[in-house]
């Protein structure tokens, strides 16, 4: 199940003052309305849910949650568009 993390507000100022890596969701098994599956988010780098196997995710609610890590492909994406997700997410 998922962890409850921060509010919006703190988690658009967590996104746009630490590093990000961006992931595509592969499985949303019982979390269908909070990730869609083949949608790009962008997980923020948490070294707590990592060592049990968990991303620091930003769903379809603007909230970041803690998500099983084999939930996602981690992607790279040119320049450009990574300044357009994060933008479009505050």
Known sequence: M???RETR???ATSVMKKQ??????????GYEASLELFKIYCA???EEPES??????VDED????WYPKDWF??????PSI???ILAAQI
Request: hydrophobic share 25%; glycine share 6%.
């Open 9 to 11: 507000e703190d988690q």
């Open 82 to 84: 990574e300044q357009a």
């Open 20 to 29: 990000h890596n961006f992931v595509v969701c592969v499985n949303n098994s």
């Open 52 to 57: 049990h196997g968990y991303l620091r995710v």
């Open 44 to 46: 923020i780098p948490d």
């Open 73 to 78: 492909q981690s992607i790279t994406l040119p």
């Open 62 to 65: 603007g909230e970041d949650y």
């Open 2 to 4: 998922p962890h409850r």
